[in-house]
């Protein structure tokens, strides 16, 4: 790849400094002076690469801006995706560790409600029977 644009500016060179060369014969053949008299190649190329480079580096900083801009909003719109999911993960998680806590409402399916409410017979049969043996005393 670096040989054909080694290749391709070469030619391009070659070009450019051989109709160069010609325009010069054929101005000195017609009797009109070169590039001594008459405003200059470089006058006339001059304005125009100013103007170019001046567009070029507006478009690339407006580019920029934009670009800074959607990465900006990619970036806040992917911690609120994160935000989201953790609350999620937080609620699903949170039931579940508080049913096994023993906190929360206890529901009629699983395993875990089962031994939760032969927890609470237990702890209601010992309080109970701690009561009867406070009041007898």
């Known amino acids: 790849m670096l040989i054909i644009i080694l290749l391709s500016t070469s030619l391009a060179s070659l070009t ?6 010609v325009w010069q014969m054929v101005a000195l053949r017609q009797g009109r002076a070169g590039y001594g008299h008459g405003p200059s190649l470089s ?3 001059q304005p125009k690469i100013d103007h170019a480079a001046f567009h070029f580096s507006t478009f690339a900083s407006a580019l920029l801006k ?3 801009l959607l990465v900006l909003s990619g970036i ?5 995706l994160v ?7 937080e609620k699903r998680f949170g039931r579940t560790i508080n049913a096994m806590k023993g906190k929360g409402p206890v529901s ?3 395993s875990v409600s089962l031994f939760r409410q032969e ?6 049969e010992v309080r109970s029977a701690k009561e009867d043996s406070v009041s007898r005393t």
């Open 16 to 21: 450019a400094l051989v109709g160069m060369i």
């Open 43 to 45: 006058a006339v190329i």
């Open 119 to 124: 927890v609470e017979q237990y702890r209601l």
């Open 83 to 89: 935000k989201q999911l953790l609350g999620r993960l």
């Open 66 to 68: 934009r670009l800074s």
């Open 76 to 80: 806040r719109s992917l911690l609120v």
């Open 108 to 110: 009629k399916k699983g």
